[in-house]
Every structure is written in C-alpha cells, then in structure tokens.
C-alpha cells in the first residue's frame, strides 16, 4: 500500500454518498507498499480500506481481482472483499483515479514471524490455490520471463549506479533462467505477492490474507517460492530453514507437490528472487522524490538470488521426501 495521488474530504465525501458506508468520520493515508494508493477510513458504520488504481495497474484487471476475491471467500478463504455501490457497481472514480471500497480485515501483519507463522501461511498458501480452483476469468502472470526482460530493459544502463557488476550479473542470470524455466507444472490462480505485510494474524492464529493485485494465474508452487523468500530468510540475508520447513509442511498438508514440482523448487526460487530484485531496484532509480511511499531496497534480494544460485535440490529448503 502507498499514497501517490491525494484527496480531499469534499470529494470524499461525495464518493462515499455512492455507497451504503454510513457517514466520514476521519481517514488517513497508509504509506506502506509500492503499488496503489490507499487510505483507511473511518465511518459510522466501520472501518474501510479506500483503494485508489494507479496508472501501473490495469482497468482491464480489475474485474479480475475483485471477482477473485469474492470467490475465494465464497469458498472459505478469509480475505477482504470489495463492497457494491448503490447501483450494483464494484468500481467508481475518485481524483481522476478507478476507486473501490474494501472491507476491513482484522488483525496486524507479523514484524518478526515464528516458525509457527510460516506454517500457518504455508496452509493459507495451499487453502488458497485449492479455492482458487474454478475461477473462471484468467490473467497471465506480467512479472514472469518476459516481463523481468522489460523490466530489466529500464533499469540495466543504471543497475551499476545500485553495485558494481550488477549490470552483467543479472544479464546472466536472465539468460539462465530463460534456459531453464519449467515449462509444465501444476497452474491455477497465485497471490504472487504473499509478503508478511499481506497476511493478517490475531495473536498466532491467521485472521486472513489481503492485497491480490498482483494475483494472476501461474504455477502453483511458483507461489511457494515467493513465500521462501519473503519469509523465511532473517535481517542477515541468511536462510532459516526451520522456517522453511514449517512452511512446506503447513502447504503439504492441504496440498501435495508433484515430482516435478519439487525437481524445480530452486530454478523457480532464483526466478522470483530476480523478480522482486528487479522491481525495487526500477522503483529505487526512478521513484520520484515526495511521493509518500517506502522504497525497498533491491539488494536485499539481489543476496536471497545468490543463496539460491548455489541450492542443487529442494531438501535445501527444508523439504523431506
């Protein structure tokens, strides 16, 4: 979540005449995350997370995030869900901007997640490739191969300026990977963004998952890999494979991989540390000073591609056969 385009209470407030929101009370924008803009507002009724599309988010997808969402909670998931308008509507306008409303969800994001919590997700992780089943409207995955290539393309002439040799390193590893992607795995509708700031916990237990729009559909076990990357790698750039044990367990037991699935865990971990490197590293070179919004730093990731360079087999993650 982040906040590129701001807006004032007048128009706010016409905003949420569309809908059956009850009366503003307060709002406040939320800077956390790179995407779109987002404020949680405060009203007589409850609390709502107001969510601004930005111009890196296509209108054509919306229909399919919010679509996704209702069906995954249909099917049990616990996950935030956009509210109509009066008329019947999912989206409207808001400063020149798509707009939706999405309910609240209770809980708070885990700062330093446990083992225990990397089981819990790995379970949500699997809950939510199994509802998923079914989802009729599709969207490919912009942010695999191809995508890395255009990404790379913006960013290359200035990838020394982050470290030294950077430029021809991640040539290289573009090259490899473009080699040796899967190319026939288990598919179906991914999070693809399933960081610790997108899953909510009440004390220890998962409250629910939010933020599906980078969902798209993919391998499932593409998904698993994000997971590892995001969450069980600690401050040192060193992988705990305590927590990734706990969770591949917590997925197996709501989902078994196949042989091939596991044979290409490590390729598939190396792809979506390239992918998260080169999207912060664009966002570090060319995010404009101003804009309220937290910059990530793209060599955290640059070190989680380097450990995975050297894994040879999945057990290197915590996997037993």
């Not at 111009?55 to 249909?74: A, I, Q, Y």
């Not at 179906?188 to 409250?207: K, Q, R």
């Not at 971990?269 to 060319?286: E, K, M």
Request: aromatic fraction near 10%; include cysteine.
């Amino acid at each position: 979540m982040a906040v590129y385009t701001d807006i004032n209470e007048i128009d706010l407030k016409a905003f949420l005449a569309q809908y059956d929101a009850g009366e503003l009370l307060s709002y406040k924008g939320i800077a956390e995350g790179v995407e779109n803009t987002n404020f949680l507002l405060h009203t007589t009724k409850q609390p709502l997370i107001l969510t601004l599309y930005e111009k890196r988010v296509d209108r054509n997808d919306l229909p399919f995030f919010l679509g996704l969402m209702h069906h995954l909670s249909e099917r049990g998931l616990s996950c935030p869900l956009p509210l109509p308008r009066k008329d019947g509507a999912l989206l409207g306008e808001l400063s020149g901007r798509p707009a939706a409303l999405i309910s609240f969800l209770e809980g708070m994001w885990l700062r330093k997640p446990e083992a225990q919590h990397c089981r819990e997700v790995g379970k949500a992780l699997a809950g939510m490739h199994v509802a998923g089943e079914g989802f009729e409207i599709t969207r490919p995955n912009a942010l695999s191969l191809e995508g890395w290539q255009t990404l790379w393309a913006k960013s290359e002439a200035r990838a020394d300026e982050v470290e030294t040799g950077l430029e021809e390193e991640i040539g290289a590893e573009l090259d490899f990977l473009a080699a040796h992607w899967p190319r026939e795995l288990p598919s179906g509708v991914i999070h693809a963004d399933l960081f610790p700031d997108n899953v909510f916990f009440l004390g220890d237990d998962l409250s629910g998952l939010i933020d599906f729009y980078f969902a798209c559909n993919d391998f499932l076990v593409y998904d698993l890999s994000i997971c590892l990357n995001a969450w069980c790698f600690e401050k040192d750039g060193s992988y705990n494979i305590t927590k990734g044990k706990a969770m591949i367990e917590g997925y197996l037991s709501v989902r078994p991989l196949s042989a091939d699935e596991i044979s290409a865990l490590p390729v598939l971990c190396r792809g979506s540390a390239l992918r998260f490197f080169l999207t912060r590293l664009y966002d570090w070179l060319t995010t404009l000073e101003g804009a309220l919004v937290v910059k990530k730093d793209p060599l955290e990731y640059l070190k989680k591609l380097r450990f995975h360079r050297a894994v040879t087999n999945a057990s290197e993650y915590g996997l037993i056969s």
